[in-house]
């Protein structure tokens, strides 16, 4: 079967770095992608990896191994606005995203 | 208005109702999805459009219906549910053969059945 792991919950410190694991076992594999939620509101896109190796976007990174079916999501210098859940999906072979249960950060002055 | 937009926002229901979900985006996509969220499970995909043509069905039940009649607009009609139905409806909607898959979603209807 299809299955996406990551954490349930993380705390973390403001100003500090996180890192946010995935693993993920999929039929076939077409790209990986990080989306941010806070409590209440839509998903919105953080990232899209396709090849291995990391990808920067401000204080936000995410990193791809297809060959370990594994990518983080690197936050750095953390803000209270960062508290929310960070969903990682995966787009399979028929191009429709697989999600895994996502990770609530809880971010602590 | 910009986005995707749904209503209503938030609906209780008895298992005896009828009630429609409605979604509506502004970003010249072709494609929408609706999706169910429940509490620490990951979204689960129910139906997918692409140029108003029904192409996923993953296995929902039959009291859920959706209506596409235009690329702009989606419904899901809903009747008989049952409690364990109670989730968040995302409706999301994307451009169909760019680079990747980028969905936009909307806020969400929070769905009640008493």
């Known amino acids: 079967g299809q299955n996406i792991d990551q954490p349930t919950e993380m705390t973390a410190t403001e100003g500090a770095i996180v890192q946010i694991n995935c693993t993920y076992q999929?039929?076939?594999?077409?790209?990986l992608f990080w989306y941010q939620q806070h409590a209440g509101e839509a998903p919105t896109f953080l990232s899209y990896?396709?090849l291995d190796g990391l990808e920067e976007k401000g204080r936000f990174s995410s990193f791809l191994s297809r060959s370990k079916g594994y990518s983080y999501l690197l936050l750095k210098e953390l803000q209270m606005k960062d508290s929310a859940s960070y969903l990682c999906a995966v787009e399979d072979s028929n191009y429709q995203l697989i999600w895994g249960a996502g990770t609530k950060l809880i971010i602590k002055p | 208005e910009t986005g995707v937009t749904q209503t209503p926002r938030h609906l209780v229901m008895g298992m005896t109702n009828k009630k429609s979900l409605k979604c509506e985006q502004h970003l010249g996509h072709n494609a929408m999805y609706w999706y169910k969220q429940s509490a620490k499970k990951p979204l689960e995909l129910m139906f997918v459009?692409?140029?108003?043509?029904?192409?996923e069905n993953n296995s929902v039940p039959s009291r859920f219906s959706p209506e596409c009649p235009n690329s702009s607009h989606l419904f899901l009609h809903l009747h008989t549910l049952q409690p364990e139905d109670s989730a968040l409806y995302l409706c999301?909607?994307?451009?169909?053969?760019?680079?990747?898959?980028?969905?936009?979603f909307g806020p969400g209807t929070r769905l009640t059945v008493l």
């Open positions: 990896n396709v």
């Open positions: 459009y692409n140029f108003k043509e029904q192409t």
């Open positions: 999301a909607s994307a451009a169909s053969g760019g680079d990747y898959n980028e969905q936009f």
């Open positions: 999929t039929s076939g594999f077409n790209g």
